[in-house]
Structures are given as structure tokens and as C-alpha cells.
């Protein structure tokens, strides 16, 4: 997935010039006696009165964000209509610290502007406020208008509707159907103040103090709390985001599977970090729900355990080697192979042409003898620099441990950065031209993406292929709150090339060797039910063995309250074949406020 740090601070930094700038387009301003805020929001997500100026436009304030560089406050008509698509709030962009507090009569006068968060071209929805407003106090300490109940009952079961392909699949100029569609009735509520009850934890508080949570507990629930995404047409409807309008010192550090007791609420916004927002001026109590990391079995003599953890951008400055080493020897039992994704050169994001990252490496492997395991070894090639993709300067690569007391590499010289590996017959068998070795890395598939690391391993004299991946992330598709419906996933054109390239290289081992244990494993950034893992496995080249698990078990990664597959292992027939087979998720990171990487890792073990 794309770092959420990196454009998260991106859009603190122009977030004001985007209040300005980052508009629909607008019709000529033009005066508008006064009218009522529902008048304003209109029946569609773009209000009637975009561009025109409106005077004395009555509401209590519900919410005041005094904060950051979107400052402004919500007000709310004491007077609704009897049109349910129609919202009763809306935000007053004021820029500076809003004179005004909760509880407030105020009227508005100012300026409708449609603006999108994170910039047009990102596709989101568009936020109706009153922007340059003056603003005139009538009175104090009034009740603020009951907050709207939001729960299981009351979102719809479907997400959304098609986008009109006249305007690009835009759903802007649809009348509004909150009784039909989820998107529609949050926008319905657009600005309004609304309440959720005890409802549960599905995404862990994030470093920006904000989590999710679900107000439909059953909806594919997982076995730990969670919500799982099992295909493009279930997008789990009872999810919303939670921020605080408050100090966040005091926001609760929650993991999955918690509860915020009691009733949350405050204005509904909308953002481009998730969408449809409860940014809420009251915050049930945290109650735990005891979540405990999860330790895999160990391997069986006989048996071969492989691996595979990103390790989320891990260089030397770190302070997280003792937790991952942790984590390998205690939690995944000290796997044979581990196929390691986003280790880092030896300094990091500095980029100054640096490209090992020996001691990246010997900092892990070291931290791992120190926790009681295995003295690993390991092979990587070093990237060209700048060319793989990733925090600029960092030059993430993916890198093999191995124990040697279990396992052995077999190494061929000749492989680097450029050299593709090839695949010959030797005494019948299939053997790598060079070990390790990239995959075809002149391939544009790979433009300013990781390439494959290819090995040859032996266990108990049975030679085993290992192919660790790095696919390319999600960054750059429409989120699933977009106004484009269906929604666009252009990263996907990347990542169908990359593993094309990657299932005619197991091809070439398959077909020089028809039982070849192969395993293509790693960080692939695509769903196990995707059109990559469709392509990845071919014509029964390969198969993705996190589908043995439950479908409440198939998960690697929490987004947004959606439990989802990235990371897989997949195996070719020989392997697949093996009734012992055995496929653990591990889940150590995602569901936790302090996940040390935002992936789990995934461990495969079976008898070659």
C-alpha cells in the first residue's frame, strides 16, 4: 500500500491552498437571499448553490475544529424538510480559529464551495461548505440538535450505485438514495451531527489518532473482531471512521475486536484518508477485548517452513529490530526460510547513492541469535540505485534468510542487479542459470518497482525454487469512497505485467521439470480473490495457499476497516499435493495499535 505518512503530511503541508483551490468547477458567483442549509446540500453531493454567495443561513453550531489548517466549524437546522436525501449540516470554512462555540445560534453569510479533499484528480467526493463566511451570534448555550442514530438498521446492505458514464462514472449528479445505498446515506448525513453505540473496534488506533469501527457486527465478521473483504462486490457497509475533535492525548489506543462502549458522536465529514468520517466531540469508553498476538506452530522435523514478512521499511536507525526478531523466533517459530520485503540500505532513507544493506541484514540476524534463534544466513542483489520503487533514497529490496542447519542454498555465481535468470536442464532437473538471481529486470514491468528474487534452496535433498515478490503497490487507485463508481484501480496495470513475468518464469520451471517444488511468495499488494492472484497462478502453475484457511481467517493487512489478503504464498502442484500442508497467517501486526509493520506475516510448511 502506499505510505500513509508520506502523503498524510503532503496534505497537511498545502491543505489550506487546497481549501482554495481544490474545488469543482464553479458557475459565476451570484447572490442567493436566504435559503436553509438542506436548500444548500440539495439531493445530490454537489450543492445547487456551488459558486453563489448565501446570506444569514440559520444553524446551532455542533462541532468546532479549531485545529490544523482545515479550521472551521459545523452548524446544523433546527428545521429540517421532509426529504431524507437532503442534510441538515454543514461545514463553515473559516481558516483561522472559529469565534464561535457549541451550543452557539449563529447565521452564515458566504460563499458555497465544493471542496475535495486531497485535490480533484485523486477522484474523491467533494465536502459542500460555506467558505469566507461572516458569521454573527444570536445566541448561546442552546441544545444542539439531537444527533442522528447511525446503525446496523439503518445502512443500507449495498454500497453503492454506477456512476453515470456520461460523466465518467461520476455518481455527483445522482439524486441520492440513502434508503438503497450506503455512500448515498452517508452523504444524506453529510455535516450533521450524528451517534454510534457500542460499537466495534475493526482497525486499530493509528499513529493520527483515528480507528474504525463497524456498526454491523455481524457483517463478515473474523474470527478475532475484525471485518473481512472478500470481494470487490462486499464492501462491508457498516464501517466508519472515528476522529476526535478534541485533545488527542486522550483518543483511546484501541485494537481489534475492542468496543467503544456507550455512544460516540459529533459531526459526519468527509476526508480523502478513508472518506465518510465521525469526527466526534464525545467518544464511548474503550473496553478491551483482551487480543493476544498469535504464535504459530513449529515445524515437524520432516517438514520445510517458509516464510514470508515485510518488515515495513527496516534500516540500521530503527528502533524495531529486538520486536522483529521477537517476532521470528517466538511468534513464527524460526522458519527454515524467510523471505524478508522492504529491508532497507545501510542508511536508509539518506540519499546519497548508497546501496548495501549488509548491515541492515546483520543487525536482524544478529537481534535473532540474541532472541534464542537460529544463526541465519542470507542473499539478496543490491538494486540499482533509485530504480526499485519505495521510500526515495531507501532502496528496499527483498532479501532470503535461511538456516543452514536446516537448509542449504545453492549458490551460482553471476547474478546482480541486470542479469536475468534463466532456467536449464541438468540430469534431468531443473536448475536456475544463477543463484540468486532477479527475474527478467530489463522487463518495464519493473519500472521503479522491486524485482523478483529467485533462489534455489535444498532441504533433505529435495531442491526447492523460492521466487520472494515485491508487486506494486496500491498508490494511485480510487478509494472505495470515490465519486467514480466502480471505482478505478489503475496500479493494477503494473501489477498484471509483473505477475505475467513471474508465472512464465515458474512456466520455465514447470515445464523442464514437471514436479518442481516452486513457491513465488511475498508482499504481492493485490486480494487472493484479484485478477494478479488469477494471472499468478496461470493455468494451475501456482496456487495461493492462504486459500485453505476459513474465509474469516483470510487476512494479512487492515485498511480502512477492511481485513484483507496482501501478502501470499502460492505453490506450485507438487507442493499443493501434500495432504499435510499446513498455511498460518500470523497476526502479530495488523489488528494492533502497536504494530511494529503493518503486515502480518505468513508462514507455509509441508513435506517436499
Known sequence: MPS?????????????VCSAASTVALTSPAHADSVRIHDIQGSTRTS??????????????????????????WIEDQTPDDNPATSEGVFVFTSSVPKVAVGDSVTVTGTVSEFVPGGAAGGNQSVTEITKPTVTVLSSGNAVPAAKVVDARSVPAAYTPAGDPAAGNSVNGLTLNPAKYALDYYESLEGMNVRVADVRVVTATDPYTELWVTVKP????????????????????????????????????ANVGDTLTGTTAGP?????????????????????????????????????????????NLDPSDATFEEHASAIVNN??????????????????????????????????????????????????????GADGGEPGGNIRQVFLFNPERVSFTDRAGGDSTTAVGVTKVRGKAQLTVSPGRIDPANTAWKASRKPLAGEFV?????????ANHLNSKGGDQGLTSQYQPVA??????????????????????????????????????????????ILEGDGELWSAIKSLPRSERY?????GNQQVLDQILVSPSIRRDCGLEYDSVHINSEFNDQISDHDPQVLRFEP
Open 4 to 16: 500513509k505518512s508520506s502523503a498524510r503530511l503532503a496534505a497537511l503541508t498545502v491543505a489550506a
Open 48 to 73: 445547487p448553490y456551488a459558486g453563489r454567495q448565501v446570506t444569514d443561513v440559520a444553524g446551532i453550531v455542533t462541532g468546532v475544529r479549531a485545529y490544523g489548517s482545515s479550521r472551521g466549524f
Open 218 to 253: 455481524r457483517e463478515n465478521a473474523s474470527r478475532r473482531g475484525g471485518t473481512v473483504y472478500g470481494s470487490y462486490d462486499s464492501q462491508n457497509t457498516g464501517r466508519l471512521q472515528i476522529q476526535s475533535l478534541g485533545a488527542t492525548a486522550d483518543f483511546p489506543k
Open 268 to 312: 459526519l465529514d468527509y476526508n480523502q484518508f478513508g472518506g465518510y468520517t465521525l469526527v466526534a466531540n464525545e467518544i464511548g469508553a474503550l473496553r478491551s477485548a483482551g487480543l493476544e498476538r498469535e504464535t504459530t506452530q513449529k515445524q515437524r522435523r520432516g517438514e520445510l517452513a517458509v516464510a514470508t514478512y515485510n518488515v515495513e
Open 332 to 385: 513464527l517459530k524460526s522458519p527454515d526460510i524467510v523471505s524478508l520485503e522492504e529491508i532497507q540500505d545501510n542508511n536508509g532513507a539518506t540519499n546519497d547513492g548508497t546501496v548495501a544493506a549488509d548491515q541492515t541484514v546483520r543487525k536482524l540476524i544478529d537481534a535473532i541469535v540474541a532472541a534464542g534463534g537460529p544463526a541465519y544466513e542470507w542473499r539478496s542483489i543490491d538494486p540499482v540505485d
Open 459 to 467: 532441504f533433505r535433498g529435495r531442491t526447492v525454487f523460492v521466487i
Open 489 to 534: 484501480r489503475s496500479s493494477e496495470t503494473q501489477r498484471h505485467l509483473q505477475a505475467t513475468a513471474v508465472n512464465t518464469f515458474v512456466k520455465q520451471i514447470l515445464d523442464t521439470q514437471k514436479n518442481a517444488d516452486v513457491i513465488a511468495l511475498g508482499d504481492i499488494n493485490d486480494f487472493e480473490f484479484s485478477d494478479t492472484a488469477r
Open 556 to 560: 494479512t493487512y487492515d485498511y480502512q
